[in-house]
């Protein structure tokens, strides 16, 4: 099902605000790169990001060609005769280089804290629908009269009109329940789901878009008036591990076969990593396209080879440097906790001279660097949460719309089960290197037994440090959710912390290079 829509490429980047400036940095890099779209989430309650509206409007003051939205707005918060005249203002100021994501609401709790009407999931939509006729009759300045919306959720009673923009703004709306979805056919000009808030992942766009093109076909439009796009993400590696995780090829065919199968023709990488930016900017996007235009103007026949594109790894085959660098320790520690003694861990043996390490062999290097790293991701997660609440900034209805937002697919947004969730990652993390990867370095080389020990003896009392944050958490259950109910958990972390982030150090520094070098492959670890 190919609507044939031209195909867009765009990033999903973070609106974070420490540092204040990498999300402007990370959009003009797309830009430079020559993707077609920056996107940024809106959550007006998250102290912890940039005004998205005030960012877009500042990255489009230091970009030349890239179109820019919020992905998608948050409209309760956001009233829409302002949003209709800002948005137009801004796509003036560009020369049309805007579109309006919208969304119905999510995280009621924070949007209420904030001053905003909590809404059922019903009149939501309502209001949404509302809310769309009020924006597109603010743009519809060579119309007489003023605006007049009289809903059950917004009333206009004779708006001016105006300013029209640039361009015919796109109206995408952020949809996944059949209400929501029948809207977006019959009054948005795209469709913007994420790709992980789909449980059958690809399979489900089917479904979704006939529900789309139901409601287009209701209110007496063509489907094709409406462009699907997609939220996605994923990881380069040297083999396939699933769903846009593996080398550049198998992404350039998986989506094509988005587009060709399922109508997709924008395709948003959530990412703020400016590596993989641009790699998906100069292999992915030039690639999808060629093989897409290829199929569509030779229908029936099997689709050409995309362009070449890069090998996944860099180093030259038979390269007898092992280039992972491995995650310094800071020296930052954030408890009085001392529960080892640095100064007494064991040092490896020196690497071979000589020795060559294949690109499969420095791919592993690379693999444990990022299972580590979305380890400390995680951790950050975690004390930025509990630390707002501590801090008194962030009330606990809205820490758990925040861990709702870190953690998509958990089934129990409270804080403690994230905390807990977090706990399980990290021991089972260890289980495997316990279980599997230390044993295979033991027989490999002898020399290693004292770092192998040592790093075995540090995952005990890693763990001992995880049943304390369970402990505290387990007492700040049924409390009153004040910020001194949090101070043990906040101590409890802060040794975690300190602990965990040592040892991952630690141990890349020692093992990353017997790993590649004696061959244990990503999927093992």
């Not at 209001?127 to 597109?136: G, K, N, Q």
């Not at 995408?172 to 994420?194: E, I, Q």
């Not at 409890?492 to 790993?515: M, W």
């Amino acid at each position: 099902m190919d609507y044939g829509h031209d195909l867009l490429f765009g990033t999903f980047i973070s609106p974070a605000n420490r540092p204040a400036g990498a999300p402007v940095e990370l959009a003009a890099l797309a830009d430079r790169a020559g993707l077609d779209l920056a996107t940024f989430q809106d959550h007006p309650y998250q102290p912890g990001f940039h005004d998205t509206w005030t960012l877009m409007s500042y990255i489009a003051a230091r970009t030349e060609r890239i179109s820019l939205t919020a992905n998608v707005l948050n409209l309760p918060l956001r009233q829409p005769v302002v949003v209709a005249r800002a948005a137009a203002s801004l796509d003036l100021l560009t020369g049309g280089r805007v579109e309006l994501g919208l969304g119905a609401g999510a995280f009621w709790d924070a949007i209420e804290a904030a001053g905003g009407r909590r809404l059922s999931p019903a009149q939501s939509v309502v209001a949404l629908a509302e809310a769309i006729d009020v924006i597109r009759g603010v743009w519809d300045a060579q119309r007489a009269g003023g605006v007049r919306v009289e809903g059950d959720f917004y009333r206009v009673v004779g708006a001016k009109r105006g300013p029209a923009p640039a361009h015919d703004i796109g109206i995408w709306l952020g949809a996944y329940k059949p209400r929501m979805l029948h809207l977006t056919g019959r009054v948005a000009d795209g469709w913007l789901p994420s790709l992980a808030y789909l449980p059958g992942g690809p399979t489900d766009l089917a479904a979704s878009n006939a529900q789309v093109d139901e409601g287009a076909k209701a209110a007496g439009r063509d489907p094709r008036a409406v462009r699907r796009l997609l939220n996605i993400a994923g990881r380069f590696s040297s083999s396939s591990n699933g769903f846009l995780d593996g080398p550049p090829d198998q992404w350039v065919e998986e989506l094509a076969g988005l587009t060709l199968e399922y109508g997709i023709s924008g395709f948003i990488l959530g990412t703020d990593d400016p590596a993989m930016v641009e790699r998906y900017a100069y292999e992915i996007a030039p690639a999808v396209r060629e093989m897409v235009q290829a199929e569509r103007s030779d229908s029936g026949r099997p689709p050409k080879s995309p362009s070449p594109v890069r090998p996944v790894d860099t180093t030259p085959p038979g390269s007898t440097v092992f280039a992972t660098t491995p995650t310094p320790d800071d020296g930052a520690r954030r408890s009085g906790a001392t529960l080892w003694d640095e100064s007494t861990r064991p040092v490896g043996p020196p690497a071979p001279e000589g020795h060559v390490y294949s690109p499969r062999a420095q791919a592993v290097g690379h693999h444990l660097v990022d299972v580590h790293d979305n380890l400390r991701q995680e951790l950050a997660n975690v004390r930025d949460v509990i630390g707002q609440v501590i801090q008194g900034t962030l009330a606990v209805g809205d820490a758990r719309s925040m861990i709702n937002m870190m953690t998509l697919r958990q089934n129990d947004w409270t804080l403690g089960a994230y905390c807990a969730s977090y706990c399980r990652v990290v021991t089972q993390h260890h289980a495997l290197e316990d279980a599997q990867i230390f044993p295979h370095l033991r027989r490999s080389d002898a020399d290693l037994a004292p770092v192998i020990d040592r790093l075995e003896a540090e995952h005990l009392v890693i763990h001992e440090v995880l049943e304390g944050v369970d402990t505290a958490l387990v007492r700040i259950i049924g409390r009153s959710g004040q910020p001194d109910d949090l101070t043990e958990l906040q101590e409890a972390v802060d040794v975690l912390t300190d602990t965990l982030l040592s040892h991952l150090s630690y141990e890349e520094r020692e093992i990353l290079e017997p790993l590649a070098r004696h061959g244990f492959f990503p999927g093992q670890i």
